[in-house]
């Protein structure tokens, strides 16, 4: 069986964001890029399917700053191909180019199943996953939190709000869009990264030119703007519920 | 027939030959393990180690920190060299019986004071040993929980029988004048009075059977030696011969096996480790000193010591280990336990030193990435970010922005002082207006200082101790660099533990520099007259040893007369010095989560010791860990109003009136 994890690197919400000059998108130069963390998630739960009934896992992500670390950390935890992506990944570049880009070296892989975050903080045109099973013509399944494998079919569990479980059968190849791992990512000795930089290679692969059509196109970002300040209302439990009456009533919702 | 006295030369033969027989294949089997081990550095400083002999061995210096009971094994070790010579004696008679009926050893054997001091010996044996069961029996202190009772009685037994014996035989060989130094023998002479009526023949018989029991119970113990707690007669000599002499600040590096880190199987050890899980006398003294064990983790360094001992054994008769050491023979809870604040290695008579060991087995967990959730996120943190705060490294010289003039960047001025400042000092925020005030102390001062602002990463003592020694490496490279391309000559620190590992294991990255921490340099400033104070404080208060300051690099005096110098007046809690309670964030401690069999915690019984003392308004500390650790105690254990935790350069600011806007009453 053949594993695809695929992974973006989206800004570290450690520091702080910032607009660039034109206002159309953040200032690139003051951010540091961390994996999406529900992409982790679908690299575990690569690797645990793995363990679990043996795979071949290999790990897709882009090549920008930090993908080397994600790479060899996948290694480290029992992924067997390491690829980068080279391709126009800055500025403009949004999931439906990237999901067009990818989809020849995602051919080629010949994956069963192919796993990604459910979504990422940088999703403006919609999540990586739905558009990858288009390009891919296979079936998708969002949000998902365990997968089990039984010839040829996947079993994946789905959350849905208010307690509700689903369990849906798929059949392969498929996309999942995960939202979290069977077991949280696991900790990775600095000691085993290293020693997967001397043991395993990153396989390149160039990707054509990026096609954004499809996308979204950003007139203005902007940082939360302060609004009008809120009321605190005060006062016994009947105080406060009268003055909310008025409210909705004044407001025009009741 | 054969007469008596040949049979009994034979008999003796025998029982000796035998006797030794079990003796050395008892400790051969016991032993056997030591050979599986791996090697151990070849060890040096021949004069220090011969020293040890004197004042550890000899002078049992270290067991008179407990005081009753380590008077009462000064008497028995010393008795037991003394009298080993009558053993001797007993034994060469006994097989010379039929050719040399008179025998005596020569030269010593008739030297009247010697035969006093023997025979004094034996009445302080039996005193200390009677102490010893009073001790067991009736104190029966917590601290004997989980030693192996009955062996240790039996050969108390043993030991009594021995003197008693011993004093009957002399006694009645007085009473028939047949010893030529018995007025050298006081205690003997009383016991003997005690069969004086009775007729020679009898007498004679009840001798020769106290011979026979003396001569016993020595064989037997001797073939007991191996088995137990007691072999550590045989094994003590060389575990201080060869203790370890290296600072003990600096901990070995992690050992590795075709791709493991740290220890996973008990012949992973060094066999000089494995000698100590031998010499281990079940004494509980570590264990009395434990936080974690007091707190009620599941942690008792002694225990520790007697399950790698009990595993050992079973590993090496068995031909295939069943039992896991990780897991099976030491629950990996209580290696988490651990704060490896010293407390036991400092207290054990023996110098059995755990926390190398109990590093190695959680270096191993790490590395197979079993480790509880939030210190993985911590140490996932201090991978990214280089600090234990998940907060950028951008932010940490943002405690500095209200200081004028300016810090001075030590990345691009020469400065005289190179401050490495440490997480806690730099992100936390109920530590920021302290470090603040350091500054100001220091500017106050004329000190001519920089900082590495954000080049500066966590300097990785508790993340060695935690086990990740990748992530620590990675980290005093990466502070290595900063600092080599920086002009200066000393380094200051706030945090004893960045001061531990910048002082004792920096060195290996080539950084050679004086490591002073903050109180050495107050110390100093003061004693030069650069720090002078206008105000004399007139306070009463505590002082808590942090455990990287005291115990790990000795600094005990230095903040003492600081406090003093301020006008304070310090008076000591019961648990200081060497002896000062952990307040329990030690060795990565601080990232982990709370066990729920945690009792009471460390810091909480340290603020309880502090606020019982009376007329005491504040407790005054020199570690950002124990500052914050000791606040929120005091919250917890609900002794606000009772007592203060102040960091002693809060002190020390106060005494200066240095400017107030930046700062901020802290309770
Ligand atoms: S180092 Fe401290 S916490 Fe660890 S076992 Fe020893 S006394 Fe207990
Ligand atoms: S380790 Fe040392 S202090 Fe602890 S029980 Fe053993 S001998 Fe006593």
């Known amino acids: 069986m053949n594993i695809v994890a695929l992974f973006k690197l989206v800004p570290d919400l450690v520091e ?72 126009d990944f ?88 995960i939202q979290a791992a069977e077991q949280p990512p696991r900790y990775i000795a600095v000691a085993k990264v290293r020693q997967a930089m001397k043991t395993a290679t990153i396989e390149v692969r160039t990707l054509a030119e990026s096609d954004l059509s499809g996308g979204s196109t950003i007139r203005r970002m902007f940082k939360p703007e302060a609004g009008t300040r809120a009321e605190m209302i005060e006062g016994s439990a009947e105080e406060v519920t009268t003055r909310l009456l008025d409210i909705f009533k004044e407001i025009g919702v009741l | 027939m054969m007469p008596y006295d040949a049979v009994k030369s034979i008999l003796v033969l025998i029982a000796l030959l035998a006797s030794f027989g079990v003796f050395g294949w008892r400790c051969y089997l016991a032993l056997q393990g030591l050979r599986r081990g791996q090697s151990t550095p070849a060890f040096g400083g021949w004069g220090e180690r011969i020293k040890g002999l004197i004042v550890y061995v000899a002078a049992q210096l270290r067991l008179f920190r407990f005081k009753a009971p380590g008077i009462a ?78 062996q240790g009685l039996m050969v108390l037994m043993f030991i009594f029988t021995i003197m008693l014996t011993l004093a009957v035989t002399n006694g009645i060989r007085i009473n028939l004048n047949d010893d030529l130094l018995q007025r050298y023998r006081p205690v003997s002479t009383l016991i003997g009075g005690l069969f004086a009526g009775l007729n020679p023949a009898t007498q004679t018989i009840i001798e020769e059977t106290a011979y026979w029991i003396h001569l016993g119970v020595v064989l037997l113990f001797l073939t007991e030696l191996p088995e137990g707690k007691h ?20 901990l070995p590096a992690a050992p590795e096996f075709e791709g493991q880190v740290g220890v996973k199987q008990v012949e992973q050890f060094r066999w000089r480790q494995m000698l100590d899980f031998y ?24 225990l520790l010591m007697m399950s790698l001992r009990d595993h050992l054994k079973d590993y090496s008769s ?12 030491v629950a990996p809870s209580t290696l988490w336990a651990c704060t490896t604040c010293y407390a036991c290695d400092q207290e054990c008579p023996l110098f059995i030193e755990r926390i190398p060991l109990i590093v190695d087995m959680r270096r191993y967990l790490v590395n197979e990435g079993e480790v509880d959730a939030l210190l993985q996120k911590t140490l996932a943190n201090l991978g990214r970010y280089g600090n234990s705060f998940g907060q950028s490294e951008r932010m940490r010289a943002k405690w500095t922005q209200p200081i004028q003039p300016v810090i001075k960047d030590a990345r691009k001025e020469a400065v005289e002082y190179l401050w490495f400042v440490g997480d806690y000092a730099s992100y936390h925020v109920m530590f920021s207006d302290i470090t603040r005030k350091t500054a100001q102390v220091f500017q106050k001062a004329d000190l001519d200082f920089g900082i590495l602002y954000d080049a500066e990463r966590n300097a990785g003592n508790d993340i060695r101790r935690v086990g990740e020694e990748g992530l620590f490496e990675s980290l005093a490279e990466k502070n290595s660099a900063a600092m080599d391309k920086c002009k200066y000559n000393t380094i200051i ?26 109180t050495e340099l107050l110390d100093q400033l003061i004693a030069s007259g650069k720090l002078q104070f206008n105000k004399k404080l007139g306070y009463k208060v505590t002082y808590h040893d942090p455990c990287y300051l005291g115990r790990y690099n000795g600094i005990y005096d230095a903040p003492r007369r600081v406090i003093r110098a301020l006008g304070c007046e310090l008076i000591e809690m019961p648990r200081h010095g060497d002896r000062a309670f952990c307040c329990g964030a030690g060795g990565g401690k601080i990232w982990m989560e709370e066990q729920p069999e945690v009792k009471e915690r460390p810091a909480e019984s340290r603020v309880r010791e502090a606020a019982g003392m009376s007329g005491i308004s504040t407790l005054v500390t020199t570690c950002p860990k124990d500052l914050v650790m000791f606040r929120d105690a005091v919250k917890t254990a609900g002794l606000e109003g009772k007592i203060v935790v102040k960091d002693l350069i809060e002190l020390v600011s106060e005494a200066l009136e240095l400017c107030k806007e930046t700062v901020r009453e802290q309770m």
């Open chain 1, 16 to 87: 702080e964001l910032e607009i660039d000059g034109n206002g159309t998108a953040l200032n690139m130069d003051f951010l540091r890029l961390i994996i999406n963390e529900f992409d982790d998630h679908a690299i575990e739960q690569a690797i645990l399917l793995k363990e679990r009934g043996g795979a071949q896992v290999s790990i897709l992500g882009p090549d920008i700053e930090g993908v080397e670390d994600v790479l060899y950390t996948a290694a480290s935890k029992g992924a067997d191909r390491l690829i980068k992506l080279t391709g």
């Open chain 1, 90 to 177: 800055q500025g403009k570049a949004n999931n439906h180019a990237m999901a067009r880009a990818v989809t020849s070296a995602l051919k080629e892989l010949q994956p069963d199943l192919i796993l990604t975050g459910v979504q990422a903080n940088t999703d403006l045109d919609g999540s990586l996953g739905p558009l990858l099973a288009e390009y891919l013509d296979m079936p998708y399944v969002g949000y998902v939190s365990g997968v089990k494998v039984a010839d040829g079919k996947v079993i994946t569990r789905k959350e849905y709000p208010g307690g509700l479980v689903a369990e849906m059968e798929i059949k392969l190849p498929a996309v999942l869009g």
């Open chain 2, 73 to 150: 094994h000064f008497f028995v070790f010393w008795g037991f060299l003394t009298l080993s010579l009558t053993i001797l004696q007993a034994i060469l008679e006994g097989l010379l019986a039929y050719t040399n009926p008179h025998f005596v050893l020569p030269l010593i054997g008739n030297f009247g004071p010697l035969a006093l001091l023997q025979d004094l010996f034996i009445l302080c044996v039996a005193l200390a040993i009677l102490y010893d069961l009073y001790l067991r029996l009736i104190v029966n202190p917590e601290r004997y929980k989980g030693s192996h009772k009955s």
């Open chain 2, 231 to 250: 072999f550590h007669i045989v094994t003590s000599i060389p575990a201080i011969l060869l203790r370890n002499l290296e600072p003990r600040g600096r």
């Open chain 2, 279 to 302: 010499t281990c006398t079940e004494c509980g003294r570590c264990q009395d000193m434990c936080p974690a064990f007091a707190s009620g983790e599941p942690l008792s360094p002694k």
């Open chain 2, 318 to 329: 068995a031909s295939l280990p069943t039992r896991s050491l990780i897991g099976d023979a």
């Open chain 2, 493 to 518: 620190t706030t945090d004893p533990h960045t001061y531990n590992t910048l002082k004792n294991e920096y060195p290996a990255n080539g950084n050679h520099h004086a490591v002073l921490h903050y």
